[in-house]
């Protein structure tokens, strides 16, 4: 996802922008284009004596943000789903931390400048100093920063929300930052796409267009500044492109587009209710990826058996603060009851690579994904990992719940984590608390060392799932978070194939069922090559199982298999990607146009 080269075509009359793809799918219409920063803020210095005036118009203005905020809350609550209304409480949650008034007010005493200026100040550093955090999640907080403070400030101006709550038709919002709360207030069904000069794919309001199915670009730098509203606008949101002004030419290719993908994903719906089995008879488990329990329904909706990898970590994250155990118990038991018996595979926590908190006090490493990270965290802090294996035990008494270790290097590793289990498991019986005392046990394999010593770890565990995330960048040496050496990053290479086989073919030969939960099991290309591998499960982001389920359904194990056998034999990524691709052209090519 690249924002490179998003400028006009030059000569060209049609102008092609490329951005980040926010939100899937295609859209045409006129541009209504919204210019809401508060850029200007009037006359910034007041009379040393007015101070006090300056923070009573703060307090004033805090009062009447607070309450639009949860106004707002309750309003996408009602609207749209409890998950989007959450966005609100982190805002809510900024705006009630001490820290961000109390500077306000001191930067307003000791500067002596205006509320508004103040606001402005104080939400800068913060939004800067988080914008320097090498996580992504936290990174995109300053946009709730940014968000709060332009809802502050407007309060204290006397200006009005710019975003119309009505729209005479249909129309593309073009804007340079929409913020969460202003993309709420749109008449969704008027509003066709959107497309906006900031934000990156994780930033919530590109999570709330997804949610709102509706497509989005993002990332276009000073594409609001070219339009005027009016203007025709074609977005594709799945490859982040932009025309503005197409040309007749460009709106055919678009209305083909369009129909092909409606007829796709109108076909795919259908497979909701279907297993995924090849036409010889060959079951792939399905599963789907959560990082919170709002998503069990779209798990459910999207057809997937279960859920194969829960990541436990934006229970810290979201908090930022450690879960307590009766939180998670809470958490994981609701999952379990949502699922009604299908698998809950739950990860214990992946703290640290980039997804940094700083809960332990530890002091910050110069290669966090090499460091203090996910078990190697976990067995440091036993208190933190019992917790949470005691809240996954209590949560296996009401449902299908596993538990999977995280970033295994080393046999010791998972003795020592079963170890805990069981004496959880012991203080469990001595409480009288029930659980499942067969609970299934996994791995995940997602560090080279593991894949190669996988015979010897598939003594300790019931199953193995491989998290090729993780396994790409630790077998290539590329840091998956550097846009840098995102070229070198390659599912297909041929190392990381073999690894994936080694892993496959010691866990079956210990009859334990493996799986892939990493991004290589959400494209329809690599699952092919995965089943002919002798996968025996994929897990993926509830959207993108119906594609995969789709080509397993198409394609005869042996097929699949000759697939991988020539795979396997290849020498470099780019033959590997080649195969694939043949392969889906030839089963399934209409899904070339999802991927
Ligand atoms: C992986 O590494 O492939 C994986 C699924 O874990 P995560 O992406 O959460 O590190
Ligand atoms: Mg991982």
């Known amino acids: ?48 004596g007015n101070a006090e005036l300056e923070v009573a118009r703060f307090a004033e203005a805090l009062a009447a943000t607070r309450d639009q905020l949860a106004a707002l809350r309750e309003e996408v609550r009602a609207r749209v789903s409890g998950n989007e209304a959450a966005i609100f409480d982190s805002h809510l949650m900024a705006l009630g931390d001490p820290q961000f008034s109390e500077k306000i007010l001191d930067v307003i005493r000791v500067e002596a ?77 008027r509003v066709l796409g959107f ?63 369009a129909a092909v993908r409606r007829r796709v994903e109108l076909d795919l719906r259908q497979l909701r209710d279907l297993p995924g089995v090849t036409p010889d008879g060959r079951t792939i488990h399905l599963h789907a990826n959560i990082e919170n329990n709002s998503e069990c329904s779209s798990v459910l909706d999207h057809g997937a058996e279960g859920i194969g990898l829960y990541r436990t970590e934006y ?61 190697r965290y976990l067995l440091r802090h036993p208190e933190v990992f019992r917790a949470q294996l005691r809240a996954i ?41 029930p659980y499942d005392r067969n609970i299934p046990v996994g791995a995940m394999i997602e560090i080279p060392s593991a894949a190669l010593t996988a015979d010897t770890l598939a003594e300790h565990v019931d199953f193995f799932c491989i998290g090729t995330n993780d396994l790409i960048q630790y077998t290539l040496a590329v840091d998956r978070v550097n846009d840098s050496v995102i070229h070198l990053y390659q599912p297909t290479h041929p190392s990381v194939l ?36 002798g996968i025996d499960e994929l897990s993926m982001a509830p959207v993108a199982l119906p594609a995969v389920k789709d080509v397993i359904r198409k394609t005869p194990l042996a097929e699949a298999q000759k697939l991988a056998e020539s795979a396997l034999r290849a020498n470099t990524a780019g033959e590997v990607q080649r195969l694939c691709r043949e392969f889906i052209r030839r089963r399934a090519p209409e899904l070339l146009e999802l991927v």
Request: aromatic share 4%.
């Open 498 to 533: 073999r690894l994936i086989q080694l892993t496959i073919d010691a866990g079956h030969r210990h009859d334990l069922w493996v799986g892939v939960c990493g991004e290589m099991a959400a494209d329809p290309m690599l699952a092919m090559l995965l089943l002919g591998m």
């Open 315 to 375: 229970l810290w994250l979201t908090r930022n603060r450690p879960a307590t155990e009766a939180e998670q118990i809470e958490v994981y038991t609701e999952a379990a009851r949502a699922m009604k018996g299908k698998p809950v595979i739950i990860r214990a926590l992946d703290l640290g690579g980039d997804k940094f908190m700083g809960i332990s006090g530890d002091r910050r490493e110069a290669n966090p994904f090499l460091g203090i990270r996910s078990i």
């Open 393 to 433: 035990l209590h949560a296996s008494a009401v449902g299908n719940v596993q538990v999977m270790y995280p970033m295994i290097s080393d046999v010791s590793e998972l003795k020592q984590a079963n170890d805990l289990l069981r004496s959880c498991q012991r203080e469990l019986d001595i409480e009288g608390t």
């Open 195 to 257: 497309v906006m000069d900031r934000g990156s794919a994780t930033s919530h309001a590109a999570l709330l267009a997804r949610a709102l199915e509706i497509p989005a670009v993002v990332g276009l730098h000073n594409f609001s500044a070219e339009v005027r509203t009016g203007d025709e606008v074609l977005i594709d949101g799945a490859r982040g492109i932009v025309v503005l002004r197409p040309s007749r030419q460009d709106l055919e290719s678009f209305h083909k587009i």
């Open 113 to 189: 400048c205006n509320a508004e200026s103040a606001v402005r100040i104080v939400a800068d550093q913060l939004a800067h100093t988080l914008a320097l955090l090498s996580d992504e999640y936290l990174r995109e907080r300053a946009a709730d920063i940014h968000d709060v403070a332009r809802r502050l400030i407007r309060n204290l101006l006397g200006i009005p929300d710019m975003v119309p709550r009505d729209l005479d038709r249909p129309c593309v919002i073009v804007a340079d930052a929409l913020t969460p709360s202003e993309t709420v207030l749109l008449p969704r069904d």
């Open 1 to 48: 996802m690249s924002s490179d080269g998003n400028k006009p075509h030059p000569g060209a009359e049609a102008a092609v922008w490329r951005g980040v793809g926010a939100a899937a799918g295609v859209a045409f219409g006129p541009a209504l284009v919204i210019r809401g920063s508060v850029d200007e803020i009037p006359g910034d210095l007041v009379a040393s």
